[in-house]
């Protein structure tokens, strides 16, 4: 069984970060970098390290941002790595999807009836799997223990 999760909203606060979308727009990924965790990533991290441990795959299923021209996609999933190995250094993840805006994630993801955390409902409802909002992220997976 493999857990992926959302990044942007889900355990990236991409939307506290000022002026995010006006920089989105001028193809800037910094927002992407400096975004602060919404989490707290060291429990995240621990919690996701003992999954593993019992079998769990781990994944990454996120998107760039919307009408992004190549280039830009590509900087944003440049940031996003960085935001993961900075923030999750401890996590092997088994899967790191980062696609063009829009991408169906149930078609992304190598196991889509798999758990799936995202702040998007429209992505939740499309998922084929159990899929979860962000609230009560660390609560949860303490129960796939
Ligand atoms: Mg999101």
Redesign the pocket.
């Known amino acids: 069984m493999t857990i992926y999760f ?5 355990i990236a606060n991409l939307y506290g970060v000022d002026d995010w979308l006006p920089r989105l727009r001028s193809y800037d990924p910094t927002p992407y970098v400096v975004a602060e965790p919404l989490l707290r990533l060291s429990s995240l991290a621990r919690l996701l390290n003992k999954l593993q441990k019992k079998g769990y795959r781990l994944g990454i299923i ?2 760039g941002s919307m009408n992004a021209p190549n280039f830009y996609d590509e900087a944003v999933a440049a940031a996003k790595l960085f935001w993961l190995n900075r923030h999750l250094p401890s996590v092997a993840w088994d899967e790191i999807h980062i696609t063009a805006y829009g991408i169906p994630k149930e078609e992304t993801a190598e196991e889509p009836d798999g758990i799936l955390f ?3 409902k429209g ?1 939740r409802d499309a998922w084929m799997g159990t899929a979860y909002d962000v609230d009560n992220i660390l609560e949860i997976l303490k129960g796939l223990i």
């Not at 959302?6 to 889900?10: E, I, L, S």
């Open positions: 959302d990044m942007d909203g889900t996120s998107w995202d702040d998007n992505i």
